[in-house]
């Protein structure tokens, strides 16, 4: 399962799908060209203690970093994954 991005110029997210279905999505708003807030993260009970809301907000990251965005984590599991990975928090506003 590879993780996908999609963008529609003010909302996006980070996710996981096969077929029709949604596995897992960590999704955000665009506060600004240059301010990124995380609103949300969902994994499938089927994927869940597999790392995959870490993954998803790795791929994020990756993401942010080339575009020169900051992020406001408002997620409590992107909080809290912020926290503990001071690898990660460079991108932090």
Do not use: N, W
């Not at 996981?16 to 279905?21: A, D, L, T, V």
């Not at 949604?22 to 301010?35: C, D, L, N, P, W």
């Not at 406001?72 to 992107?78: G, N, R, V």
């Amino acid at each position: 399962m590879e993780i996908q991005h999609e963008f529609d110029g003010r909302k996006g997210s980070f996710f996981i799908e096969e077929g029709p279905r949604r596995f897992a999505e960590m999704v955000y708003v665009m506060a600004g060209s240059k301010k990124m807030i995380i609103e949300h993260t969902e994994v499938d009970e089927s994927l869940k203690g597999q790392g995959i809301g870490a993954k998803l907000l790795e791929v994020l990251v990756d993401y942010v970093r080339k575009e020169e965005i900051k992020v406001l984590p408002l997620c409590p599991f992107a909080k809290a994954t912020f926290k503990k990975r001071k690898d990660l928090q460079d991108v932090l506003t």
